[in-house]
């Protein structure tokens, strides 16, 4: 039986050294062990890592995956962010030898906690940590034994043996009290700032979603769905628990007519969002998918990362990638699904601008990295169904796996909906 070690690597700082040099600090943690790294990154990598705005107080996990982007010839890697309340996929441009120095790192065996010498300082910083972390139970303990004596004493009108005895117990009681939630913190030093900037990338949001308009669209062709009229104000939600939405990127390609052909033997309906450039080579998938009754959107004209366009590129991108659409479907095209879900306030407006929608996602199976269709399965089995948006990639992984997919979210009695 095989046995898998989680690696987790964790970015904990991001800036320039005094000397300028732009730098970030990722902890690896394997099991007991755990290493820190300073890591030099070049002004690309740095660039599109800033405008994130990574450090600000969430806990934030590098990914060891890339993605080459043919349209930007770049390559693209991804944080990911987690709240109290979600945890957010968020992609950024990167070189290549920022993907070697993470690859390099993942392979280094990660120091063992018993094994690191701390200072006398860091020792006494360390002590005064896990003391802080454990003083509201140590006041709520010691509260409840003062009332407990309290009572007792009052109870057994001065008997000082059986006082002491109780307390005796209660002591022995904290002393031997395990706290499962407990861990070593780690020491850390000559940590940098974050360094501030004004321009932000936000992806995958899961506020919840406003339903402006729902309507039931029982056919021939599909079971029971519903079409949401997503609030044009609203750029991230996430859908109500009843629901469940396929959401499939990056075509339209030769592939398209097969997902459709998948789902309308299912009786399901999705969403495909379709890259402008692309549309020239397989306009015969576009009108396929939208005669049979997928809705149709946006994914810009060549997938390019565009807050860092201009407003004017901005509108370009869309404008041009909804005349397309439109010419072959005779629809108006509202839908817009930014690549790498990176949007800024300036994408925002010129989105509404168009009477346009931001659609993204709060489900993220990472299909276009998956090494066999079971990959992808496994995830649908691994999370929660309920109110999620799914996005998909046109591969040939996820064609295989879409029989399975749709087998398992059927057997949760929720309803697929499509959006306008």
């Not at 407990?182 to 979603?209: D, G, H, Q």
């Amino acid at each position: 039986m095989e046995t898998y070690i989680t690696q987790v690597m964790e970015l904990l700082s991001l800036g320039k050294t005094s000397d300028g040099v732009n730098q970030i600090t990722v902890a690896v943690s394997q099991e007991d062990r755990q290493a820190i790294y300073e890591i030099n990154i070049d002004e690309f990598t740095y660039l599109g890592l800033e405008m994130l705005k990574p450090l600000n107080g969430d806990r934030i996990r590098l990914s060891p995956y890339s993605k080459w982007d043919p349209y930007r010839n770049t390559f693209y890697s991804s944080i990911i962010r987690t709240t109290e309340v979600s945890r957010d996929v968020q992609y950024f441009a990167c070189s290549e030898a920022y993907i070697n120095e993470i690859k390099r790192i993942r392979n280094l065996p990660p120091v063992s906690v018993e094994d690191r010498v701390e200072e006398p300082a860091q020792q006494w910083t360390q002590l005064l940590r896990q003391f802080s972390a454990h003083m509201p139970k140590i006041l709520i303990l010691s509260l409840v034994t003062i009332g407990l004596l309290i009572v007792l004493s009052i109870t057994s009108k001065g008997n000082d043996d059986s006082a002491n005895t109780f307390s005796g117990s209660v002591g022995v009681a904290m002393a031997g009290e395990k706290d499962d939630d407990f861990e070593a913190p780690m020491v850390l030093t000559a940590i940098s700032e974050p360094y501030k900037t004004e321009t932000s990338v936000t992806a995958a949001r899961t506020n919840p979603i406003v339903l402006s308009h729902v309507s039931d669209q029982p056919d021939s062709n599909h079971e029971s769905f519903e079409v949401i009229d997503i609030d044009k104000e609203e750029s991230f939600f996430g859908l109500p628990k009843e629901y469940v939405a396929l959401t499939f990127d990056d075509g339209p390609s030769t592939l398209t007519k097969q997902f459709v052909d998948i789902l309308t033997e299912q009786k399901v309906v999705a969403t495909f969002l379709f890259v402008g450039q692309k549309v020239e080579r397989n306009r015969d998938a576009v009108i396929y998918a939208s005669e049979h009754g997928m809705a149709i959107g946006n994914h810009s004209w060549d997938h390019s990362l565009l807050p860092k366009d201009t407003p004017q590129n901005q509108s370009e991108s869309l404008s041009k990638t909804n005349s397309v659409l439109e010419s072959l479907t005779h629809k108006t095209v509202t839908l817009f699904r930014p690549p790498y879900g990176a949007v800024n306030n300036k994408l925002v407006s010129e989105v509404k601008k168009l009477n346009m929608k931001t659609l993204l996602w709060n489900r993220d199976p990472e299909d276009w990295n998956a090494k066999k269709p079971e990959d992808i399965i496994r995830y649908f089995h691994q999370v929660e169904a309920a109110g999620g948006v799914y996005v998909l990639h046109e591969n040939k992984n996820t064609l295989e796996a879409l029989p399975a997919i749709l087998k398992h979210l059927k057997e949760k009695n929720l309803k697929f909906v499509i959006f306008k």
